[in-house]
């Protein structure tokens, strides 16, 4: 079965220091990477992915994901965190054969502050 | 475009009630999902479908049913409510396997 785990329940940095929120995958075949935020009483909202190719992955609000094959994570990153990022963040993934089933991660609260 | 419109957006069930959860997308897209989150749970998969006809159980389907007779709905039916439902309910869409889902509002409800 294919299982996503977010092994940080919440991460706390101060404005302008950069942001890593971690994110370890299980799956068959090759992964579909994905990376989601949401903010208060709202839905899901699609930061990045990674499908193929390079392993650095740019995406919405100065995000980037860093695929590494070996340890099977897809980190995300940001060089300058701003306390508007302050949201939670699920990381989600898709097996090249189970590509219609998205599995996602239990989520990580950041916590950005002044 | 409306893009995933789930209705309602709340709404409280006695237990041993029925509902029905709308989900309706206009993008043409071939793959949803309803997806439960609870407090500090994550999103859990109930049921996905590949098409219409098409239907699949996700990690927790019990207490649930779905259908797909169209390309744009697929409600999720609760027959017979339970406090453990209790929970915040979303939709989502993707074309394919390789592109990103679109996620509705949610549908926060609450059995008493």
């Known amino acids: 079965a294919q299982s996503v785990a977010q092994p940080e329940d919440q991460v706390n940095v101060a404005e302008g220091n950069p942001l890593t929120v971690k994110c370890t995958y299980s799956v068959s075949g090759n992964p579909y990477l994905f990376w989601y935020v949401q903010y208060p009483n709202r839905g899901l909202q699609f930061l990045l992915k990674y499908i193929t190719g390079d392993n650095l992955v740019k995406g919405s609000y100065g995000f980037e994901a860093e695929f590494n094959k070996s340890q099977t994570s897809f980190h995300l990153k940001k060089p300058s965190a701003l306390v508007s990022d302050s949201a939670l963040y699920f990381c989600a993934v898709r097996g090249s054969r189970t590509a219609s089933k998205l599995t996602f991660g239990t989520g990580t609260r950041l916590q950005v502050t002044l | 475009n409306a893009g995933v419109t789930q209705t309602p957006k709340f709404r409280i069930l006695k237990i041993g009630q029925s509902m029905t959860l709308q989900c309706t997308q206009d993008m043409n897209h071939n793959y949803m999902y309803w997806y439960r989150q609870d407090p500090g749970m994550g999103l859990k998969l109930i049921y996905y479908?590949?098409?219409?006809?098409?239907?699949d159980k996700g990690e927790v389907p019990n207490g649930y049913n779905v259908s797909r007779s169209t390309t744009e709905d697929f409600p999720l039916r609760l027959e017979l409510a339970a406090p453990s439902q209790t929970s915040v309910y979303f939709c989502?869409?993707?074309?394919?396997?390789?592109?990103?889902?679109?996620f509705g509002q949610g549908t926060r409800l609450t059995v008493v």
């Open positions: 989502a869409s993707s074309y394919s396997g390789q592109v990103e889902a679109f």
């Open positions: 479908s590949v098409g219409a006809g098409i239907t």
